[in-house]
């Protein structure tokens, strides 16, 4: 029997993942990471006990020094640097995917599985719209089949030696049919409500967590207008991100909106709506995976965050990992830190972090 590595984290996902494995024929050994002390304990004991219900094994892993080290600092730092991070897309390649792999070489189990919302395809998949030639022996990161829950903007970092031995059991299914066989299975996690927040921050007070985090790194400043005018006065530029509009702390006529950060000076910049506005920004650390020599230009959809709908662009790739997007039509609130990640139909090409904006 092929044994596979499943990380579950007590939710439905993860849990109907395992019983969909089982049902492949796959021997399932459950995995949980004991990430973040706070929030830890729940989420092993709901996946402990569903592990049981269906009878797999399943360990626990610390990851905490890891998970300090390469998402919780970067996570701070960025804040107080002015961008604002998405902590999930580096904690999926850096610290999961690569704990994955590693404890499944250990185990001796030849693939690994989780429960995002995404699909595999190898260079001969056939049935899914894309455009550009999928060259061989590679293996493609995919939407999943439900668009409203699709997760592939999350994995965009994973490599192909992440992407060859991942599964995806519930890319295929939509959020009622998983939560459908997880009640038909007589899962308890059936009906546990979707997460909303960052795992690290169960609460959703950002700016109280960075505090906590990084005592002493707040600096109070200045919210600007672009003439530089004084409009009020703020506790620190990690309590804002490019397109914000409420919880300003003042109030004028006409809304106003942050269109820069700039953490030399500790000043919030605001403006009009239309000065959010941006049709051309840059991208650095891009994940390829799809390849694309420098120099190249191709045409992809990018999503600039995760809600994001996708706007046609022209990507310039460029060297060191960087590309240069030019947007077919502008959007608003393009925000350094967040990613942007680049489609071909079902397919994810690559992504990257948006890079800091400066004045024009």
Request: proline share 6%; aromatic share 8%.
């Amino acid at each position: 029997m092929r044994r596979i590595l499943l990380a579950m984290s007590g939710g439905v996902d993860s849990s109907a993942a395992a019983e969909l494995l089982r049902r492949e024929g796959w021997e399932v050994l459950g995995v949980t990471f004991d990430l973040w002390p706070e929030v830890g304990q729940a989420a092993i004991e709901d996946a402990r006990q569903v592990a049981a219900q269906l009878g797999i094994p399943h360990r626990v892993l610390s990851l905490r020094d890891e998970f300090l080290k390469q998402v919780v600092e970067p996570f701070c730092q960025d804040y107080f640097a002015g961008r604002t991070p998405n902590p999930c897309v580096r904690c999926n390649p850096l610290i999961k995917f690569n704990a994955l792999l590693k404890l499944a070489d250990e185990l001796g189990a030849e693939a690994v599985a989780t429960g995002h919302y995404a699909r595999v395809a190898e260079a001969s998949a056939t049935g899914a719209r894309h455009a550009l030639p999928l060259p061989g022996n590679r293996h493609f990161l995919r939407r999943a089949a439900d668009a409203q829950k699709d997760q592939s903007y999350m994995l965009y970092g994973l490599e192909q030696r992440h992407l060859a031995r991942a599964r995806f059991p519930v890319g295929e299914l939509t959020k009622p049919a998983v939560r459908g066989l997880a009640q038909e299975t007589g899962l308890r996690s059936h009906n546990r409500p979707d997460s909303q927040e960052i795992c690290f921050i169960p609460d959703d007070d950002y700016p109280g967590f960075l505090e906590r985090q990084s005592p002493g790194a707040a600096r109070p400043g200045e919210i600007q207008d672009t003439a530089g005018n004084v409009l009020a006065r703020h506790k620190g530029i990690h309590r804002f991100t490019i397109g914000q509009r409420k919880k300003l702390g003042f109030a004028v006529g006409e809304p106003r909106f942050v269109l820069r950060l700039e953490p030399e000076r500790a000043v919030v910049v605001v403006g009009r709506r239309e000065e959010t506005l941006r049709s051309e920004f840059m991208v650095r650390g891009i994940n390829w995976i799809y390849p694309v020599a420098d120099g190249e230009r191709i045409g992809a959809e990018v999503k600039i965050r995760y809600r994001h709908i996708g706007v046609a662009a022209q990507i310039e790739a460029l060297p060191d990992a960087s590309a240069r997007v030019r947007l077919s039509s502008p959007e608003p609130a393009v925000t350094p830190g967040q990613a942007a990640v680049f489609y071909d139909g079902e397919y994810v090409i690559g992504g990257g972090t948006i890079c800091d904006q400066r004045p024009q």
